[in-house]
């Protein structure tokens, strides 16, 4: 048996699996709050307590963690503890931990999501042998790579999340002036993000937003935001979307830019789900394929959304499956 775990800031996600070939099954899984426990050891201990599992009965164990990772350690952004392979290897005498950046772990679901599972914004025209790329807005905004070498994709981390953003429009501009006049710089996550959005409501809103609940200069619930904008409630929450939507469409595009994404550009994260209707309104697709002169290029590029909600925890089982 696998485990395969996705360790966020909030909440912590392990899963047992069964090896299957290509797409490992789910048998159990549970939601735990990170911060109640004091290291990940312990939040395994107790899955594998609640299953009365042995730790014998696991061949293999990966875990995606949102953070940068250096020789199998792990120090969690905002997280007060460091996750360690070798130790949690050492802990419950599993042959073999990963740890993996929790969007490469999420890559790995890519390959292997059934048609269901994933909502296409452009069909494009996939080139099998092609790369394909991952990026996700959630609490922050992950992209990882898939290289395509030797018959197989071989996902690959970055920080590009922490890029800097590159406004397109009058209107960005200004919004790149706001975000650095609090900030004093202006990565791709501070506008691309859960708190992104919540950052572009203010920056939309001159005196703060009676939907919403916000005074001038404060910060909304970012789900507050895309529910007044989706329907319709306030045109200044439909506004602060609508840059939004927008600026996603321009960096997955960027995205697949870099790494000439043939095979798609696939969205990630808790954001995309839950705006479906944004992303397929044309202007995420106007943004993407605004490129010149790689408009036709970019027009050709399948992009997705991807609906389960669990992928990042199915790429670390398939990866703990090898
Ligand atoms: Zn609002
Ligand atoms: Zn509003």
Redesign the pocket.
């Known amino acids: 048996m696998l485990i395969a775990g996705d360790v966020g800031a909030t909440k912590t996600l392990i899963g047992l699996f069964s090896p299957e070939p290509g797409r490992p099954d789910l048998v159990e899984a549970r939601t735990f709050t990170t911060l109640e426990y004091v290291s990940l050891e312990g939040i395994v201990a107790a899955f594998l307590e609640d299953l009365q599992l042995s730790s014998d009965a696991i061949t293999a164990a990966t875990f995606g963690v949102a953070g940068p990772i250096v020789e199998q350690v792990a120090q969690l952004t905002n997280v007060p503890w460091r996750v360690s392979a070798g130790a949690l290897a050492a802990y419950f005498t599993f042959p073999r931990v990963t740890l993996l950046n929790d969007l490469e772990a999420m890559a790995y679901s890519v390959p292997v999501l059934r048609p269901d599972e994933l909502a296409f914004l452009q069909a494009g025209r996939p080139v099998a042998t092609g790369n394909a790329a991952l990026i996700a807005a959630g609490t922050g905004l992950g992209e990882a790579l898939l290289h395509f070498v030797d018959g197989r994709f071989i996902p690959s981390p970055t920080e590009g999340g922490h890029a800097d953003f590159a406004p397109r429009t009058p209107r960005e501009i200004a919004l790149l002036e706001h975000v650095l006049g609090w900030n004093g710089r202006a990565d791709y996550e501070r506008v691309l993000s859960g708190p992104g959005l919540a950052n572009i409501?203010r920056f939309t809103?001159d005196r703060g937003?009676?939907?919403?609940?916000?005074t001038s200069g404060t910060l909304?619930d970012p789900s507050?935001?895309s529910q007044?904008?989706l329907d319709g409630s306030?045109p200044?929450?439909v506004a602060?979307l609508d840059l939004f939507v927008s600026i996603y469409g321009a960096e997955a595009g960027n995205l697949a830019l870099r790494c000439v994404a043939t095979a798609g550009v696939y969205l990630g994260g808790g954001i995309a789900p839950k705006i479906l209707p944004a992303l397929q309104d044309g202007r995420f697709l106007e943004a993407f394929r605004s490129k010149a002169p790689m408009d036709a290029f970019a027009a050709l590029v399948p992009v997705a959304v991807i609906l389960n909600e669990r992928a990042g925890l199915l790429g670390a089982a398939v990866h703990a499956q090898g």
């Open positions: 409501h809103h937003c009676a939907v919403c609940g916000t909304a507050l935001v007044a904008a306030c200044e929450c602060a």
